[in-house]
RNA sequence: GUGAGUGUAGCUCAGUUGGUAGAGCACAGGAUUGUGGCUCCUGUGGCCGUGGGUUCGAGCCCCAUCACUCACCCCA
């Protein structure tokens, strides 16, 4: 048998009314919010993400499905949609026809991970990206627009957090006071976080390990060495949340793990998703665009992945409307096609019971969960009549054609 | 890349200190009518993930391998 790759999955007739109930859900908020959809390539030049993303990331660095075509070019399947829509729009000058662009994407992504509950290989996300305004509000407004999504989508229980990182200016301070903090505390520390203290000293303090809990406690918050611009802004974005009545938790360990983030920082989470219990997450970015070649343009943007957001959602089944029809007969199969070609031309979902005994066909109709079931046999075909079976009660009577639609008009809509 | 758990019928799972392979659901046929969902009867269906080993004998014990799941890691 030849199975789907591992950590890509099929996503069956059975669930796709949850993920398009997820995608015109958000559609809709955004457009709200004045927000435009946009849609990039799968494949692009490698060098797109290993320059946006940062050259040693965990995603650049060993999670990428990387590959040289026949034309000897090192592309990636995407493993996340900023860089792509950064790429987009600077290679379309969006920004020269309008200084700023509120963008959405959503889409498959790809990154070669071992596959878990809520991480796949192949996943999808809901991206937001919002490119030429510098000012905090923006980042307020772009927060809220994510929490809309989530209440939108009915979600209880997430919980947005929200955090600083600082600015090239001021960051390298607080990194440096970290690591001389957790330079004190090594006994403690996991042999993880004794290589991260130096790698990504920021991560030691999002670490699930006890040991390391404990050696973190009090170590120093990098709000005390935000320079006075990250201050104001930082500040002015929770005024911003409080203004749109957002409910938010400051959480001074939120890290990110792409290098392009700088000042606000965000992360929605939710309960009941296993050890993946982000549901989104995202931030500021602003030196990104220059960083690809772009002008000099500010940013924020997050990312919502499709697969937790749907685990958040009860099952839902697609409401059937229309109507089935069983044919009682060899020679009534011909009339219970014209009635259906009818119907359908007059924009009524019409479903035909298979080739199947009568007993069958019955049967079908029961499962097939539309709420009515035309019958037409001999009789009906001499008197003009069709048969209409309530599905729910049971009860049917004999209706004429010409009446039919009017019949049907009720409970079909 | 690291660790743990699970692989038995289409699906969900039982399977006693190693002794001939089970249930429910689903499916097919019938009781049963010009009508499904309920009830009853009957039936189809398994190389017990794969390959070795121990044993008179392995679904069960041992080794290897593959797949899935969860967790670490990382992230959405």
């Not at 009515?372 to 075909?381: A, F, H, R, S």
């Amino acid at each position: 048998m030849i199975t789907a790759v591992k950590g890509m999955n099929d996503i069956l007739p059975g669930e796709i009314a949850k993920w398009r109930f997820v995608e015109e859900t958000a559609r809709k908020v955004f457009s709200l919010y004045g927000f435009s959809e946009l849609r990039t390539p799968v494949v692009e030049k490698t060098e797109l993400f290993s320059r946006g993303m940062g050259q040693d990331t965990d995603v650049v660095e060993k999670q990428m499905y990387t590959f040289t075509d026949k034309g000897d070019s090192s592309l990636t399947l995407r493993p996340e949609a900023t860089a792509s829509v950064m790429r987009a729009v600077i290679e379309h000058g969006l920004l020269g026809q309008e200084p700023v662009q509120k963008l959405f994407t959503i889409g498959p992504m790809f990154r070669y991970e071992r596959p878990q509950k809520g991480r796949y290989r192949q996943f999808h996300q809901i991206n937001c990206e919002r490119l030429g305004e510098a000012g905090p509000l923006s980042d307020a407004e772009t927060l809220a627009l994510a929490y809309e999504i989530a209440v939108a989508l009915g979600l209880s229980g997430v919980v947005l957090e929200v955090n600083s990182l600082g600015c090239p200016a001021c960051r390298p301070a607080f990194k440096k006071a970290l690591q001389d903090f957790l330079e004190a505390k090594k006994e403690g520390l996991c042999p993880d976080c004794l290589r991260r203290m130096y790698t990504n000293p920021l991560r030691v303090l999002d670490c699930k390990v006890e040991t390391c809990k404990t050696a973190v406690e009090g170590a120093p918050e990098n709000s005390g060495y935000l320079c006075d611009e990250c201050r104001t802004h930082y500040d002015t974005v929770l005024a911003g949340l409080d203004a749109l009545y957002i409910p938010y938790e400051k959480n001074p360990r939120l890290v990110r793990g792409l290098d392009y983030y700088i000042r606000t920082a965000f992360e929605m989470t939710a309960k009941g998703l296993g050890s993946q219990n982000a549901v989104g997450g995202g931030g500021r970015y602003d030196g990104l665009v220059a960083a690809l070649g772009g002008n000099d343009v500010p940013g924020v943007g997050f990312a919502f992945g499709m697969e937790r957001l749907l685990m958040l959602i009860p099952d839902m089944a697609e409401e059937k409307k229309g109507c089935f029809i069983a044919a009682l007969g060899e020679n009534t199969k011909k009339e219970a096609l014209k009635l259906a070609a009818q119907l359908r031309r007059k924009g009524i979902r019409t479903e035909l019971a298979p080739e199947k005994s009568f007993k069958v066909q019955m049967k079908q109709a029961g499962k097939s969960g539309y709420p009515v079931c035309l019958i037409i046999g001999d009789d009906e075909m001499a008197a003009g009549t069709v048969a209409v079976k309530d599905m729910k009660t049971g009860v049917q009577d004999q209706v004429k054609q010409e009446d039919l639609l009017k019949r049907l008009a009720d409970i079909v809509r």
